[in-house]
């Protein structure tokens, strides 16, 4: 059974910073790539960012560009998201997707329907 695990949620004032950590049970785990997604009561699912299987590539929503870094260790089986200068709209919890297939469009990652492996999620809060 494969296992996702968010980690490093908490409460932080506004300016300060939280590192996420995503741990996945997936072999080879440099076969996939992994997405940070958010969610707030009420709203969708949103993109955040994105690492590709290999490393070589990063993808942001512009809101955290500048901001937010993700990063692999892929012999460690983990995903970091390094999120600096928060914000309280980005107060969410936070989710960690994987996923391995061969997709047919170049923008599939910020599209949380195209993920087949989550984990639970990890709360964020940003007090002003």
């Known amino acids: 059974q494969v296992h996702v695990a968010e980690s490093g949620g908490g409460l932080v004032q506004a300016g300060e910073s939280l590192k996420l950590s995503c741990t996945v049970s997936?072999?080879?785990?440099?076969?996939?790539?992994v997405g940070w997604f958010r969610q707030v009561p009420g709203k969708e699912r949103e993109f955040v960012a994105f690492?590709?299987?290999?490393?070589?590539?990063?993808y942001y929503r512009d809101s955290v560009k500048g901001r937010f870094s993700i990063s692999r260790i892929n012999r460690e089986n983990t995903v970091n998201l390094q999120m600096n200068s928060l914000k309280p709209e980005d107060t969410a919890v936070y989710y960690c997707?994987?996923?391995?297939?061969?997709?047919?469009?170049?923008?599939?990652?910020?599209?949380?329907?195209?993920?087949?492996?989550w984990g639970q999620g990890t709360q964020v809060t940003v007090s002003s």
């Open positions: 690492i590709r299987a290999t490393g070589d590539r990063t």
């Open positions: 997936l072999h080879p785990f440099s076969d996939y790539g």
């Open positions: 997707a994987a996923d391995g297939r061969l997709h047919t469009y170049s923008l599939w990652y910020r599209d949380a329907a195209e993920f087949g492996y």
